[in-house]
Protein backbone atom coordinates (compact mmCIF):
# COMPACT_ATOMS: atom_id res chain seq x y z
CA UNK A 1 0.00 0.00 0.00
CA UNK A 2 1.09 3.39 -0.63
CA UNK A 3 1.82 5.72 2.45
CA UNK A 4 -0.25 8.76 3.05
CA UNK A 5 1.05 12.09 1.97
CA UNK A 6 0.56 15.77 2.73
CA UNK A 7 0.69 17.97 0.33
CA UNK A 8 0.05 21.95 0.36
CA UNK A 9 -0.76 24.27 -1.80
CA UNK A 10 2.44 25.79 -2.21
CA UNK A 11 3.30 22.03 -3.37
CA UNK A 12 4.18 21.98 -7.44
CA UNK A 13 1.95 18.98 -7.27
CA UNK A 14 -0.85 20.33 -5.62
CA UNK A 15 -2.68 20.85 -8.61
CA UNK A 16 -2.94 17.32 -10.45
CA UNK A 17 -3.31 15.59 -6.82
CA UNK A 18 -6.51 18.07 -6.50
CA UNK A 19 -7.74 17.27 -9.73
CA UNK A 20 -7.07 13.83 -9.61
CA UNK A 21 -9.35 13.14 -6.56
CA UNK A 22 -12.86 11.13 -7.96
CA UNK A 23 -15.22 12.68 -8.78
CA UNK A 24 -17.50 11.01 -6.16
CA UNK A 25 -15.44 12.19 -3.36
CA UNK A 26 -15.30 15.94 -4.50
CA UNK A 27 -16.89 17.72 -7.26
CA UNK A 28 -15.33 19.31 -10.07
CA UNK A 29 -17.39 22.72 -8.84
CA UNK A 30 -15.55 22.10 -5.34
CA UNK A 31 -12.31 21.56 -6.40
CA UNK A 32 -12.98 24.82 -8.62
CA UNK A 33 -12.59 26.37 -5.34
CA UNK A 34 -8.80 25.22 -3.90
CA UNK A 35 -7.49 25.35 -7.31
CA UNK A 36 -4.53 27.79 -6.77
CA UNK A 37 -4.60 31.37 -9.07
CA UNK A 38 -3.44 31.06 -12.35
CA UNK A 39 -0.29 32.45 -13.24
CA UNK A 40 -0.33 36.12 -15.10
CA UNK A 41 1.58 37.22 -17.59
CA UNK A 42 4.91 38.43 -16.54
CA UNK A 43 4.75 42.49 -16.42
CA UNK A 44 8.67 42.85 -16.61
CA UNK A 45 8.75 42.14 -20.55
CA UNK A 46 11.72 40.30 -19.73
CA UNK A 47 11.83 37.00 -22.86
CA UNK A 48 15.10 34.44 -22.10
CA UNK A 49 16.82 33.75 -25.64
CA UNK A 50 19.06 30.96 -26.65
CA UNK A 51 17.54 27.72 -26.47
CA UNK A 52 16.70 24.58 -28.70
CA UNK A 53 14.47 22.53 -28.37
CA UNK A 54 15.66 19.72 -25.54
CA UNK A 55 16.01 16.55 -28.20
CA UNK A 56 17.98 15.20 -30.79
CA UNK A 57 18.90 17.44 -33.89
CA UNK A 58 16.55 16.47 -36.98
CA UNK A 59 13.59 14.76 -34.40
CA UNK A 60 10.14 15.12 -34.57
CA UNK A 61 8.03 15.20 -30.91
CA UNK A 62 4.65 16.33 -30.50
CA UNK A 63 3.99 19.33 -28.35
CA UNK A 64 0.95 18.28 -26.33
CA UNK A 65 0.54 21.05 -24.05
CA UNK A 66 1.69 25.05 -22.90
CA UNK A 67 -0.68 27.39 -21.34
CA UNK A 68 -2.89 24.40 -21.31
CA UNK A 69 -1.27 23.79 -17.94
CA UNK A 70 -2.78 26.79 -16.87
CA UNK A 71 -6.09 27.20 -18.56
CA UNK A 72 -7.01 23.59 -20.11
CA UNK A 73 -5.73 20.56 -18.11
CA UNK A 74 -4.35 22.89 -14.83
CA UNK A 75 -1.83 20.44 -13.67
CA UNK A 76 0.57 23.29 -12.48
CA UNK A 77 -1.71 26.79 -13.05
CA UNK A 78 0.39 28.67 -10.70
CA UNK A 79 3.44 28.39 -12.47
CA UNK A 80 3.68 26.80 -15.54
CA UNK A 81 1.75 29.77 -17.92
CA UNK A 82 5.76 29.78 -19.56
CA UNK A 83 5.98 25.80 -19.36
CA UNK A 84 6.18 23.23 -22.16
CA UNK A 85 5.46 19.28 -22.08
CA UNK A 86 7.00 17.28 -24.86
CA UNK A 87 6.31 13.40 -26.20
CA UNK A 88 6.37 11.15 -29.32
CA UNK A 89 5.24 7.91 -27.42
CA UNK A 90 8.67 6.91 -26.65
CA UNK A 91 11.25 7.15 -24.17
CA UNK A 92 13.30 9.97 -26.34
CA UNK A 93 16.48 11.37 -25.58
CA UNK A 94 16.49 14.50 -23.87
CA UNK A 95 19.00 17.30 -24.56
CA UNK A 96 20.25 20.08 -22.78
CA UNK A 97 18.08 23.29 -24.23
CA UNK A 98 20.85 25.44 -23.42
CA UNK A 99 24.47 25.83 -21.54
CA UNK A 100 24.28 25.19 -18.10
CA UNK A 101 25.69 23.95 -14.56
CA UNK A 102 23.92 20.99 -12.76
CA UNK A 103 21.95 22.31 -9.54
CA UNK A 104 19.99 19.68 -9.25
CA UNK A 105 18.96 15.80 -9.87
CA UNK A 106 17.39 12.57 -8.92
CA UNK A 107 16.25 9.72 -11.25
CA UNK A 108 17.08 6.80 -8.60
CA UNK A 109 12.59 6.08 -8.39
CA UNK A 110 11.73 3.33 -10.67
CA UNK A 111 9.84 3.97 -14.14
CA UNK A 112 6.02 4.44 -13.82
CA UNK A 113 6.74 5.78 -10.24
CA UNK A 114 3.49 8.12 -10.31
CA UNK A 115 4.23 9.43 -6.22
CA UNK A 116 8.33 10.81 -7.43
CA UNK A 117 9.71 12.18 -10.60
CA UNK A 118 13.03 12.17 -11.59
CA UNK A 119 14.51 15.08 -13.13
CA UNK A 120 17.50 17.20 -13.57
CA UNK A 121 18.05 21.07 -13.08
CA UNK A 122 20.31 23.05 -15.04
CA UNK A 123 21.49 27.05 -13.53
CA UNK A 124 22.51 29.24 -16.29
CA UNK A 125 24.31 32.04 -14.54
CA UNK A 126 24.61 34.38 -18.53
CA UNK A 127 21.54 34.92 -17.46
CA UNK A 128 20.76 37.94 -15.17
CA UNK A 129 19.26 36.84 -12.95
CA UNK A 130 20.61 33.18 -12.69
CA UNK A 131 17.60 31.04 -14.64
CA UNK A 132 17.26 27.12 -13.87
CA UNK A 133 15.80 25.08 -16.58
CA UNK A 134 14.12 22.01 -14.97
CA UNK A 135 13.71 18.74 -16.85
CA UNK A 136 11.02 16.53 -15.48
CA UNK A 137 9.37 13.22 -15.63
CA UNK A 138 13.15 11.31 -16.73
CA UNK A 139 13.20 7.85 -17.12
CA UNK A 140 15.25 5.93 -14.14
CA UNK A 141 18.61 5.75 -14.20
CA UNK A 142 19.33 7.66 -17.64
CA UNK A 143 21.00 10.72 -16.22
CA UNK A 144 24.76 10.37 -17.54
CA UNK A 145 27.26 9.36 -14.42
CA UNK A 146 29.58 12.83 -14.86
CA UNK A 147 25.87 14.73 -14.37
CA UNK A 148 25.08 13.75 -11.30
CA UNK A 149 27.17 15.96 -9.80
CA UNK A 150 26.97 19.36 -8.58
CA UNK A 151 28.63 21.77 -10.48
CA UNK A 152 28.99 19.54 -13.54
CA UNK A 153 28.98 21.09 -16.94
CA UNK A 154 26.82 20.85 -19.29
CA UNK A 155 26.67 21.93 -22.87
CA UNK A 156 23.78 23.22 -25.24
CA UNK A 157 22.83 19.75 -27.40
CA UNK A 158 24.59 17.40 -24.53
CA UNK A 159 22.69 14.60 -23.77
CA UNK A 160 21.14 14.61 -20.31
CA UNK A 161 18.58 12.18 -19.73
CA UNK A 162 15.64 10.22 -21.29
CA UNK A 163 11.74 10.54 -21.09
CA UNK A 164 9.29 8.56 -18.74
CA UNK A 165 6.32 9.39 -16.96
CA UNK A 166 7.58 9.15 -13.39
CA UNK A 167 5.82 11.41 -11.12
CA UNK A 168 2.36 13.24 -11.96
CA UNK A 169 2.26 11.64 -15.70
CA UNK A 170 0.31 9.77 -17.70
CA UNK A 171 2.37 9.19 -20.41
CA UNK A 172 6.23 9.31 -21.46
CA UNK A 173 6.64 12.55 -22.12
CA UNK A 174 8.95 15.62 -20.56
CA UNK A 175 7.81 18.50 -19.03
CA UNK A 176 10.34 21.49 -19.68
CA UNK A 177 10.29 25.34 -18.38
CA UNK A 178 12.71 28.18 -17.07
CA UNK A 179 12.20 29.62 -13.48
CA UNK A 180 14.55 32.40 -11.66
CA UNK A 181 13.88 30.81 -8.23
CA UNK A 182 16.89 30.33 -6.02
CA UNK A 183 17.59 26.98 -4.05
CA UNK A 184 14.62 25.22 -5.16
CA UNK A 185 13.96 22.56 -7.86
CA UNK A 186 10.91 24.29 -9.07
CA UNK A 187 9.56 28.31 -9.52
CA UNK A 188 7.31 30.21 -11.53
CA UNK A 189 8.11 29.67 -14.95
CA UNK A 190 9.52 32.70 -16.89
CA UNK A 191 9.08 33.62 -20.98
CA UNK A 192 11.69 31.97 -23.13
CA UNK A 193 11.88 31.39 -26.14
CA UNK A 194 13.10 28.66 -28.79
CA UNK A 195 15.88 29.64 -31.83
CA UNK A 196 13.85 27.16 -34.50
CA UNK A 197 10.21 27.82 -33.60
CA UNK A 198 8.80 29.66 -36.18
CA UNK A 199 5.38 30.67 -34.69
CA UNK A 200 4.59 33.39 -31.93
CA UNK A 201 8.50 34.25 -31.61
CA UNK A 202 9.55 31.43 -30.69
CA UNK A 203 6.88 29.98 -28.05
CA UNK A 204 5.27 26.57 -29.34
CA UNK A 205 1.52 25.99 -29.00
CA UNK A 206 -0.83 23.69 -29.95
CA UNK A 207 -3.69 24.20 -32.63
CA UNK A 208 -6.10 23.87 -29.82
CA UNK A 209 -4.23 26.12 -27.20
CA UNK A 210 -3.73 28.74 -30.63
CA UNK A 211 -7.04 28.85 -31.40
CA UNK A 212 -9.20 28.83 -28.03
CA UNK A 213 -6.55 31.71 -26.71
CA UNK A 214 -5.13 33.77 -29.61
CA UNK A 215 -3.99 36.17 -26.88
CA UNK A 216 -1.37 34.08 -25.59
CA UNK A 217 0.02 33.42 -29.30
CA UNK A 218 -2.33 32.55 -31.88
CA UNK A 219 -0.09 30.46 -34.79
CA UNK A 220 1.12 26.79 -34.27
CA UNK A 221 2.63 24.26 -36.58
CA UNK A 222 0.03 21.68 -38.09
CA UNK A 223 -0.11 17.97 -36.43
CA UNK A 224 1.89 19.55 -33.29
CA UNK A 225 5.01 18.42 -34.60
CA UNK A 226 8.16 20.81 -33.75
CA UNK A 227 11.62 19.24 -35.43
CA UNK A 228 14.64 20.37 -32.98
CA UNK A 229 18.10 21.83 -34.77
CA UNK A 230 19.78 21.21 -30.93
CA UNK A 231 22.50 18.75 -32.18
CA UNK A 232 26.07 21.08 -31.80
CA UNK A 233 28.28 18.70 -32.58
CA UNK A 234 32.06 19.47 -33.51
CA UNK A 235 34.03 22.46 -31.85
CA UNK A 236 33.94 25.82 -33.40
CA UNK A 237 37.37 26.50 -35.82
CA UNK A 238 39.31 30.15 -36.64
CA UNK A 239 42.08 31.12 -38.72
CA UNK A 240 44.19 33.82 -38.69
CA UNK A 241 44.65 35.35 -42.04
CA UNK A 242 47.08 38.46 -41.58
CA UNK A 243 49.81 38.85 -40.92
CA UNK A 244 50.86 35.95 -43.27
CA UNK A 245 53.00 33.54 -41.71
CA UNK A 246 56.78 34.03 -40.46
CA UNK A 247 56.67 38.02 -41.18
CA UNK A 248 58.81 40.19 -40.14
CA UNK A 249 56.83 42.85 -37.60
CA UNK A 250 58.99 46.24 -37.85
CA UNK A 251 56.61 48.44 -35.85
CA UNK A 252 54.52 48.54 -32.35
CA UNK A 253 51.68 48.17 -33.62
CA UNK A 254 50.15 44.45 -35.27
CA UNK A 255 47.27 44.26 -37.62
CA UNK A 256 45.68 41.08 -36.93
CA UNK A 257 42.71 39.47 -38.96
CA UNK A 258 40.68 36.27 -39.31
CA UNK A 259 37.41 34.53 -38.97
CA UNK A 260 35.63 32.31 -36.88
CA UNK A 261 33.24 29.24 -37.92
CA UNK A 262 30.93 26.67 -35.92
CA UNK A 263 28.44 23.81 -37.07
CA UNK A 264 25.54 26.39 -35.07
CA UNK A 265 26.82 29.63 -34.09
CA UNK A 266 30.01 31.15 -32.69
CA UNK A 267 29.85 32.78 -29.34
CA UNK A 268 33.54 34.65 -28.85
CA UNK A 269 37.32 34.06 -29.38
CA UNK A 270 40.47 35.39 -27.74
CA UNK A 271 44.35 36.09 -29.42
CA UNK A 272 46.45 34.15 -27.69
CA UNK A 273 50.26 34.54 -28.07
CA UNK A 274 53.34 33.12 -26.91
CA UNK A 275 56.87 34.22 -26.96
CA UNK A 276 58.42 31.29 -25.60
CA UNK A 277 57.41 30.34 -22.11
CA UNK A 278 53.27 29.85 -22.31
CA UNK A 279 50.08 30.47 -24.66
CA UNK A 280 48.68 33.75 -22.80
CA UNK A 281 45.56 35.96 -24.10
CA UNK A 282 46.24 39.49 -26.15
CA UNK A 283 43.96 41.85 -26.84
CA UNK A 284 40.38 42.31 -26.54
CA UNK A 285 37.52 39.68 -26.58
CA UNK A 286 36.25 39.02 -30.58
CA UNK A 287 32.57 38.75 -30.96
CA UNK A 288 32.36 39.16 -35.13
CA UNK A 289 33.51 37.39 -37.93
CA UNK A 290 35.57 38.19 -40.06
CA UNK A 291 37.35 39.96 -37.70
CA UNK A 292 40.56 42.52 -37.20
CA UNK A 293 42.33 43.72 -33.97
CA UNK A 294 44.87 45.91 -33.69
CA UNK A 295 47.48 45.08 -30.83
CA UNK A 296 50.01 47.06 -29.48
CA UNK A 297 53.14 45.02 -28.73
CA UNK A 298 55.10 47.27 -26.87
CA UNK A 299 51.96 47.70 -24.52
CA UNK A 300 51.84 43.96 -23.97
CA UNK A 301 55.91 43.94 -23.39
CA UNK A 302 56.46 41.41 -26.27
CA UNK A 303 60.16 41.53 -26.27
CA UNK A 304 61.84 41.48 -29.74
CA UNK A 305 62.20 38.04 -31.50
CA UNK A 306 60.11 34.82 -32.94
CA UNK A 307 57.01 34.96 -31.30
CA UNK A 308 53.28 32.95 -31.75
CA UNK A 309 49.74 34.26 -32.49
CA UNK A 310 46.62 31.82 -32.05
CA UNK A 311 43.29 31.99 -31.74
CA UNK A 312 40.81 29.97 -29.30
CA UNK A 313 37.17 30.03 -30.28
CA UNK A 314 33.81 29.24 -27.94
CA UNK A 315 30.77 28.22 -29.51
CA UNK A 316 27.14 29.30 -27.58
CA UNK A 317 27.08 25.77 -26.91
CA UNK A 318 29.92 26.10 -24.31
CA UNK A 319 32.75 23.85 -26.86
CA UNK A 320 35.92 25.41 -27.06
CA UNK A 321 38.22 25.02 -30.14
CA UNK A 322 40.91 22.47 -29.83
CA UNK A 323 44.71 23.18 -30.81
CA UNK A 324 46.10 25.88 -31.82
CA UNK A 325 43.67 27.58 -34.30
CA UNK A 326 45.42 29.96 -36.88
CA UNK A 327 49.12 28.84 -35.29
CA UNK A 328 51.26 31.98 -36.37
CA UNK A 329 54.99 32.48 -36.54
CA UNK A 330 55.71 36.01 -36.67
CA UNK A 331 59.43 37.62 -35.65
CA UNK A 332 59.39 41.15 -33.79
CA UNK A 333 61.83 43.37 -34.40
CA UNK A 334 61.73 46.72 -33.71
CA UNK A 335 63.03 48.31 -30.28
CA UNK A 336 60.25 49.57 -28.04
CA UNK A 337 61.08 52.59 -25.79
CA UNK A 338 62.48 51.78 -22.52
CA UNK A 339 59.97 51.86 -19.60
CA UNK A 340 60.59 52.86 -16.44
CA UNK A 341 61.30 50.20 -14.02
CA UNK A 342 58.73 48.99 -11.60
CA UNK A 343 61.17 48.55 -8.69
CA UNK A 344 63.60 51.03 -7.24
CA UNK A 345 66.64 49.40 -5.58
CA UNK A 346 68.80 51.17 -3.33
CA UNK A 347 73.13 51.04 -3.67
CA UNK A 348 72.48 47.42 -1.55
CA UNK A 349 70.00 46.14 -3.13
CA UNK A 350 69.02 44.01 -6.13
CA UNK A 351 65.75 43.87 -8.24
CA UNK A 352 64.37 40.35 -10.04
CA UNK A 353 61.83 41.22 -12.77
CA UNK A 354 59.33 38.15 -14.27
CA UNK A 355 59.20 40.05 -17.24
CA UNK A 356 61.99 41.78 -19.52
CA UNK A 357 63.01 45.50 -19.58
CA UNK A 358 62.66 45.46 -15.53
CA UNK A 359 58.88 44.89 -16.46
CA UNK A 360 56.23 42.55 -15.04
CA UNK A 361 55.99 41.90 -10.98
CA UNK A 362 59.33 42.95 -9.27
CA UNK A 363 60.89 41.97 -5.50
CA UNK A 364 63.76 44.04 -4.04
CA UNK A 365 66.25 41.77 -2.26
CA UNK A 366 69.02 43.20 0.32
CA UNK A 367 72.20 41.30 1.21
CA UNK A 368 71.86 37.54 1.77
CA UNK A 369 72.14 34.21 0.51
CA UNK A 370 68.99 32.64 -1.43
CA UNK A 371 68.81 29.49 -1.60
CA UNK A 372 65.49 28.51 -2.92
CA UNK A 373 63.73 31.78 -5.24
CA UNK A 374 60.40 30.35 -4.94
CA UNK A 375 60.39 30.99 -0.97
CA UNK A 376 58.40 34.54 -1.81
CA UNK A 377 55.01 35.59 -1.86
CA UNK A 378 56.00 35.83 -5.76
CA UNK A 379 58.24 32.75 -6.23
CA UNK A 380 61.13 33.67 -8.83
CA UNK A 381 62.51 30.01 -9.16
CA UNK A 382 62.50 29.48 -12.65
CA UNK A 383 60.50 33.09 -13.29
CA UNK A 384 62.79 35.77 -13.81
CA UNK A 385 63.87 37.42 -17.02
CA UNK A 386 65.74 40.79 -15.81
CA UNK A 387 67.49 42.19 -13.21
CA UNK A 388 68.61 44.94 -11.62
CA UNK A 389 71.64 45.26 -9.28
CA UNK A 390 72.85 48.15 -6.89
CA UNK A 391 76.23 50.41 -7.38
CA UNK A 392 77.12 48.76 -3.78
CA UNK A 393 76.44 45.40 -4.72
CA UNK A 394 77.30 42.28 -6.82
CA UNK A 395 75.37 39.35 -7.50
CA UNK A 396 75.78 35.47 -8.54
CA UNK A 397 72.75 33.87 -10.07
CA UNK A 398 72.66 29.97 -9.32
CA UNK A 399 70.53 27.90 -12.13
CA UNK A 400 69.54 25.02 -9.41
CA UNK A 401 68.28 25.37 -5.32
CA UNK A 402 70.82 25.50 -2.87
CA UNK A 403 73.39 27.18 -5.41
CA UNK A 404 73.94 24.49 -7.50
CA UNK A 405 75.16 24.81 -11.25
CA UNK A 406 77.29 26.99 -12.79
CA UNK A 407 76.48 30.49 -11.49
CA UNK A 408 76.65 34.12 -13.33
CA UNK A 409 77.97 37.24 -12.21
CA UNK A 410 76.05 40.03 -12.36
CA UNK A 411 77.86 44.09 -11.72
CA UNK A 412 75.10 45.40 -13.54
CA UNK A 413 71.39 45.21 -14.44
CA UNK A 414 70.29 43.40 -17.21
CA UNK A 415 67.25 43.91 -18.85
CA UNK A 416 66.78 40.48 -21.11
CA UNK A 417 68.69 37.20 -19.42
CA UNK A 418 67.49 35.35 -22.64
CA UNK A 419 71.13 35.69 -24.01
CA UNK A 420 72.70 35.05 -21.17
CA UNK A 421 74.47 32.52 -19.53
CA UNK A 422 71.68 31.71 -16.72
CA UNK A 423 68.98 31.82 -19.49
CA UNK A 424 65.51 33.52 -19.15
CA UNK A 425 62.91 31.89 -16.68
CA UNK A 426 66.07 29.72 -15.25
CA UNK A 427 67.30 31.02 -11.81
CA UNK A 428 66.29 28.81 -8.89
CA UNK A 429 68.79 30.62 -6.06
CA UNK A 430 71.17 33.64 -5.60
CA UNK A 431 73.76 35.54 -3.46
CA UNK A 432 73.89 39.56 -3.01
CA UNK A 433 77.59 40.30 -1.65
CA UNK A 434 78.72 43.50 -1.30
CA UNK A 435 80.58 44.91 -4.69
CA UNK A 436 83.23 42.78 -5.70
CA UNK A 437 85.96 45.63 -7.54
CA UNK A 438 87.39 43.47 -10.35
CA UNK A 439 91.01 43.74 -10.67
CA UNK A 440 92.99 46.44 -12.71
CA UNK A 441 93.51 45.63 -16.21
CA UNK A 442 97.05 44.08 -16.80
CA UNK A 443 99.67 46.62 -17.73
CA UNK A 444 102.91 45.53 -19.98
CA UNK A 445 106.37 47.35 -19.16
CA UNK A 446 108.30 47.64 -22.21
CA UNK A 447 111.70 48.58 -22.68
CA UNK A 448 112.83 52.06 -24.31
CA UNK A 449 113.86 52.30 -26.44
CA UNK A 450 112.68 49.55 -29.12
CA UNK A 451 115.10 48.46 -32.00
CA UNK A 452 114.59 45.88 -34.24
CA UNK A 453 117.83 43.77 -32.48
CA UNK A 454 116.31 44.51 -29.24
CA UNK A 455 114.82 41.24 -27.36
CA UNK A 456 111.83 41.81 -25.02
CA UNK A 457 111.19 40.17 -22.13
CA UNK A 458 107.66 41.02 -21.20
CA UNK A 459 106.23 41.30 -17.58
CA UNK A 460 102.76 42.75 -15.76
CA UNK A 461 101.84 42.70 -12.60
CA UNK A 462 98.09 42.60 -11.42
Known sequence: AQPWRIIFQADPTFAEELLAIPESMMSQENKELYMPAPQQQSKDGVVYTGYRLPWTKGASVTLTGSIGHVFTYKSCPSTCLYAFDFANGTMFDIKAAKHGYVRYFEDGYANGNTTNANYIVLADPSTSPTTYQVYYHLAQGTIPAALRVVGAEVVQGQFIGKADDTGYSSGNHLHFHVHTTPNSVWGNSVDIVFDEVSVNGGRPRTCSESSAYPDYGSECISGNRYISQNGDVAPPTGAITSPLPYSTITSPSLNVGGWMHDDTAVSSAQLMIN???????I??????????????????????GKFFLSLDVIDKAGKVSTDNQGLTELTKAYTCPALPPVCTPSVNQVALYTEAEYQGICQVFDIADYSNLSSFATSFLDNTRSIQVGGGVSTLLYPDVDFGGTYELFQDGDSNLADNLIGAYNAASMKVISRINPPEPPVLVLPDPITTTLNLNLSWTV
Open 283 to 304: GSVITTTPFTQEINLCDANIPD
Open 275 to 281: TGKAWTP
